[in-house]
């Protein structure tokens, strides 16, 4: 059982930047992909960004091309989630996710352990 723990949320205005990050508790990371979901109150969860064990393949969602980036440190054992030009429809609880494959997937299903979410909230 891999338990994850995600920081970096918060309250921030519109146009701000928050950085999140991800990281195991108590183990490393194995080889495998790693991705950043949200979901807002009343709404599915959704991928917003995921990347393969290597970091040289990244996805995103349309709805956050050009905005954030997500990045992996395999030594230090953390996923990392930069969000800039924030914007009110970006607030929704962050869970990280560790992929079953070394690839990034862009379902849910393709993931197995997640962490409790962080909050990010963006006022207008």
């Known amino acids: 059982q891999v338990q994850l723990v995600e920081s970096g949320g918060g309250l921030v205005q519109a146009g701000e930047s928050l950085r999140l990050s991800c990281a195991p508790s108590?183990?490393?990371?194995?080889?495998?992909?790693m991705g950043w979901f949200r979901q807002a109150p009343g709404k599915e969860r959704e991928v917003v960004a995921a990347?393969?064990?290597?970091?040289?393949?990244?996805t995103y969602a349309d709805s956050v091309k050009g905005r954030f980036t997500i990045s992996r440190d395999n030594a230090k054992n953390t996923v990392y989630l930069q969000m800039n030009i924030l914007k009110p429809k970006d607030a929704a609880v962050y869970y990280c996710a560790q992929g079953i494959t070394m690839a990034p997937k862009p379902e849910r299903g393709g993931y197995r352990y997640w962490g409790p979410g962080t909050q990010v909230t963006v006022s207008s």
């Open positions: 990347i393969s064990w290597s970091g040289g393949i990244t």
């Open positions: 108590g183990r490393t990371f194995s080889n495998n992909a």
